[in-house]
C-alpha cells in the first residue's frame, strides 16, 4: 500500500515514510507490503456453500411363478434407472473487483473516502491484468484476468483491509461473486434372476438363486464460467464426463443341514437347525477388470431362544467415478511440512520423520516452510492409476430372544463380532497427509514421495519466491494409500409391543469399535491402532423409536459418536499445548455429539408406499450445546420424499 493510503491514520503515514519498502515486482512504489486474507469478507469466515440436489428413480419390473417338476420356482426381470442432480453455489472473491476496491482515495466530489474507479477518469483503461498496473508485474505470481469484470465507475464500494473488518456489508456485495457448480451421476441397471426348490434333503429343500445384472454409470461435471475464466481466486476445473459399465453373474446357495425333525436337543437345546449359505459373484468392469467374490455363512439354532450365526467374506470394490475420473484442476494448498521445524517432532514415528529430514541436503536445523504460511500451487483431481480394494470379512455373532412373561411384546438381542482385513485402501490424502506418508517411514514410499516437488536448486526459479527446499508443487486426490485391519463388536437389540395407539417399535444399534489398524505403506510390520482417534471412534450407535397404525408410520431417529483425540499420536512431551480451545486452555480431545431425523409412511394398499424423510428436524446450525464447539460444525437440512408403486 502507498504511504498515502487513505486507510492510512496519520502514524502509519510517519511510519511508512520513515521506513518506506519499496519492490520491483510491485512497481517500486514506497509503502507497506500488506499480506492480507479475505476472511472478514464472508460472513462465517469461509465461503458460504449451498447444494441443492434431487435424486430421481424409477423402477420396473415384472416377475412371476411357476413349477417344474413339482417344485416351485419365481423369476423377474427389470430395470432401474436412477439420477442425481447437484447444484453447489457459493460466493467467491472476484480478483479484479477486490483489488479495485482496495484501491481507494479522497473522492473530491465528496471528501469521503472511495474507490479511484469511481472518481479517476480513464480509470478502467489500466485493468488489473494490463502492463501499465502498478500492482502487476510478470514476475508477481499473481496475474488474474479481469476482462472488464470491475463494472462501470459508481458500481466499487471502498473495502478497507487493515485488520479484520467483517461486517462491510457494501464491498461485500461488490466483491463477492456466485460461482455454480453443476454435477450429474446416471446410474442404469438392468437385472434378471430366477430361484426356488432346487433339491430335498432331509433336513429340507435347497433353495437356490441365479442371475445376472448389467449397470452403466456415467458422471458429467460442469464448473463456473467466471471460475475458468480467472475471474475468482478459484481454480480452474475443466468440464468433465467419465463412466464405465459392470456386468455380474451370481449363485447363491442355501444348505439345510438339520432340522428339529431329527431330534438332535436334548431339554430343548442342541441343533434345532443347521443351515449353511453360499455365494459367488463373477464381476467384470470396464475400469478395474474381472474378478470373483465369495462367501460362506454358518446359522445354528441352538434353542428356542439361542442361536449362533458366523461366516467368510471376500470382497472387491472398484473406486467410485469421481475417484477415477474426477477432473484434475489447479489448487493452491498450504500443508504442515513435516521437516518444519514446527513439526519434525510429530507423526506417529517422531524419531524416523526427523532422521528422513535431517537426510535431505537442503535441511538444517529450525529450518522453516514457506507451504505452511503461504499456499502453493499445484493439482487436484482422480486417479485414474486406482486399483481396486480388496478385503476379507470374517463374522460370529449370537443371537437371544427371550420369551419371559415379565417381558411385554417382543425381545432380540444380538451380539457380533466383525472382523475386516483391507489392502490397497482408497482414500483421498491432503497434501499434508501425503508428506507425512512419506518422511514418517524408513523406505520413504514413493506412492507419496512422488506427489510433491521440493527446490533443490535456486537457478531458474521466480527472484525470491523460493528458499532450498520450499515445496514448489504438488498433486494430491484418491490413491491406494495400504493396508487397514478392523475388528468391532456389533450390539443390537429390538423390542416391538402393542399399545392403544398402534406397535411401539425400539431399535438400539452399537458399533465398538476395538481395533483400527493402518499402515499406508502397505507393509504390515507399519501397523498401528488409531482407535480413539476423533477419526476412528470407539463407539458410533443409532436408536430408531417408531409408530405404526394401519397404513401409516413415523420414526424418530438418533445417530451418534463417541468423542476421540485429536491427534492420537501427539507428541505430549514437546507439543502438549499444540492444540488450544475456545478457552484459551490446551486440548487433546474432542467430544461426541449426536444428530436426529424424523421420518413418516404411508401404505395405502400392498403395491403402493410413500416415504418422506427430514433430517436435522429443529434445524439446528451446529453451535448448539450438545456440539463440539471447537469443530466448528455446520448442519445443513434435507428433505426427501420417496413413491413406490407395483404393477
Known sequence: MPCDYAYFAQSAIDHCLAQPYTDSRFGGTPGVLLAKTGKDLYRNGSPEVMTDTTVDSFSAKLDGKFEVANRNMSWEVGFTKGEAFSINTTFDINRERWVTAMDVGINPNTGEIDCKMNYVAGYLGITYSSLQNPYWSPTSGYQPQGFGSAG????????????????????????????????????????????????????????????????????????????????????????????????????????????????????????????????????????????????????????????????????????????????????????????????????????????????????????????????????????????????????????????????????????????????????????????????????????????????????????GKYRLGDVNSFSFGPNNVGVRNFETHIITADHSMDTKWGELSTRFRGYHQQIFESAPTGNPDDLEDFTGDYSEPEWLYDITIGLSRDKHAIYYQVDGRSGGYIEKFQNMEDQADKYIGLNGQPIVEWDGYWTDAVSYGYTPSDNMAIAVNLTNPFDLDGDEDRFPIERNLRLSQTLSVGFRYSF
Open 152 to 463: 462501470l465507475p459508481g458500481d466499487c464500494s471502498p473495502y478497507n483491509p487493515l485488520g479484520y473488518n467483517p461486517g462491510q456489508t457494501e464491498a461485500m456485495d461488490y466483491i463477492l461473486v456466485p460461482q455454480v457448480r453443476r454435477s450429474e451421476n446416471n446410474q442404469t441397471i438392468h437385472f434378471a434372476s430366477l430361484s426356488g426348490s432346487l433339491y430335498t434333503l432331509p433336513a429340507g429343500d435347497v433353495q437356490f438363486s441365479v442371475g445376472v445384472e448389467q449397470r452403466e454409470e456415467t458422471l458429467q461435471f460442469w464448473s463456473d464460467a467466471a471460475q475458468n475464466m480467472k475471474l475468482t481466486r478459484s481454480s480452474v476445473q475443466p468440464n468433465n464426463e467419465a463412466g464405465y459399465e459392470t456386468d455380474e453373474q451370481y449363485i447363491e446357495l442355501s444348505i439345510p443341514v438339520v432340522d428339529e425333525s431329527m431330534g438332535l436337543t436334548f431339554g430343548g437345546y442342541g441343533i434345532k437347525e443347521l443351515r449353511v449359505d453360499f455365494a459367488q459373484r463373477e464381476i467384470d468392469n470396464t475400469f478395474s477388470g474381472e474378478y470373483t467374490v465369495r462367501s460362506e455363512n454358518l446359522y445354528w439354532q441352538i434353542s428356542d431362544d439361542l442361536a449362533l450365526r458366523g461366516g467368510t467374506q471376500n470382497a472387491v470394490r472398484t473406486p467410485g467415478l469421481d475417484d477415477v475420473f474426477g477432473p484434475q484442476a489447479t489448487t493452491y494448498q498450504r500443508a504442515n511440512d513435516p521437516c518444519d521445524y514446527r513439526y519434525i517432532d510429530s507423526g506417529i514415528y517422531p524419531t524416523v520423520r526427523r532422521a528422513n529430514c535431517e537426510a535431505e541436503p537442503w535441511w538444517f536445523e529450525n529450518w522453516d516452510s514457506q507451504i505452511v504460511n503461504r499456499t502453493e500451487e499445484g493439482v487436484s483431481g482422480g486417479n485414474p492409476n486406482l486399483l481396486n480394494e480388496l478385503g476379507d470379512t470374517t463374522t460370529i455373532g449370537v443371537i437371544f430372544t427371550p420369551d419371559y412373561e415379565f417381558i411385554p411384546g417382543t425381545l432380540s438381542l444380538a451380539f457380533d463380532v466383525v472382523t475386516i482385513d483391507v489392502v490397497d485402501v482408497v482414500q483421498s490424502f491432503s497434501v499434508s497427509q501425503n508428506m507425512a506418508g512419506c518422511y514418517d517411514y524408513v523406505d520413504k514410499p514413493a506412492k507419496f514421495c512422488d506427489t510433491f516437488t521440493r527446490v533443490l536448486t535456486l537457478e531458474g526459479q521466480p527472484e
